[in-house]
């Protein structure tokens, strides 16, 4: 059994959902920010076998479905801590990996981060993958600009401290919360 939490704000995608066993289990978590189905996807999620559950979640603030999925696959683990199903999350965001390492050390569950329900696997946030500080950035509810986005990009390659580039990154937007996000967001890929 697989049960697949998916964060269907950031990906809009259910690409699979078809080709699910009876024995999986699909929770769909959306907000009014991504609510509407095509006639195709909605055919796809009826031709399923697998049971298909959706959570409606109230967004008020930055990552609010984030927090609530992640909350919730705290219960799915209690739930099912003497089976053997595999969870899985479906999602683009990066943050989800950290989620992954904790349960992992915490209680040595093995979460796996997918980027659609086809099963391909998201690449966990190394800090050498150079498209992905990009990727991270433009997908982020923060509005920035191609050449913001590469001048980000550039300050991660160029220097080695997470308070070079803050300092660097409070220069170019003069906004100590937005340059505080952005940080939060390419810290990973900062060279240790």
Same mark, same amino acid.
């Given at each position: 059994?697989?049960?697949?939490?998916?964060?269907?704000?950031?990906?809009?995608?259910?690409?699979?959902? !078809?080709? @699910? #066993?009876? /024995?999986?289990?699909?929770? +769909?978590?959306? *907000? %009014?920010?991504? !609510?509407? @189905? #095509?006639? /195709?996807?909605?055919?796809? +999620?009826?031709? *399923? %076998?697998?049971?298909?559950?959706?959570?409606?979640?109230?967004?008020?603030?930055?990552?609010?479905?984030?927090?609530?999925?992640?909350?919730?696959?705290?219960?799915?683990?209690?739930?099912?801590?003497?089976?053997?199903?595999?969870?899985?999350?479906?999602?683009?965001?990066?943050?989800?990996?950290?989620?992954?390492?904790?349960?992992?050390?915490?209680?040595?569950?093995?979460?796996?981060?997918?980027?659609?329900?086809?099963?391909?696997?998201?690449?966990?946030?190394?800090?050498?993958?150079?498209?992905?500080?990009?990727?991270?950035?433009?997908?982020?509810?923060?509005?920035?600009?191609?050449?913001?986005?590469?001048?980000?990009?550039?300050?991660?390659?160029?220097?080695?401290?997470?308070?070079?580039?803050?300092?660097?990154?409070?220069?170019?937007?003069?906004?100590?919360?937005?340059?505080?996000?952005?940080?939060?967001?390419?810290?990973?890929?900062?060279?240790?």
């Amino acid at each position: 059994m697989t049960i697949y939490l998916i964060d269907y704000e950031n990906t809009k995608n259910l690409s699979g959902i !078809n080709n @699910l #066993s009876a /024995d999986d289990c699909v929770v +769909i978590f959306y *907000s %009014n920010k991504a !609510n509407s @189905l #095509s006639f /195709d996807v909605h055919k796809e +999620i009826l031709s *399923s %076998n697998a049971k298909i559950e959706y959570k409606f979640v109230d967004v008020g603030s930055q990552n609010a479905l984030d927090f609530q999925l992640s909350s919730y696959l705290g219960y799915i683990i209690k739930q099912n801590e003497n089976t053997k199903c595999k969870i899985c999350i479906v999602s683009k965001d990066k943050g989800f990996a950290y989620v992954s390492s904790f349960w992992e050390k915490e209680k040595s569950i093995e979460i796996q981060i997918l980027c659609d329900l086809t099963g391909k696997e998201q690449n966990s946030p190394s800090g050498n993958g150079d498209s992905d500080i990009e990727s991270i950035l433009r997908q982020s509810d923060i509005r920035l600009s191609e050449s913001e986005i590469k001048e980000i990009f550039s300050m991660v390659k160029k220097y080695k401290t997470t308070q070079t580039i803050n300092g660097n990154l409070n220069k170019l937007f003069k906004d100590s919360t937005k340059a505080g996000t952005i940080l939060k967001l390419v810290k990973p890929f900062i060279k240790k």
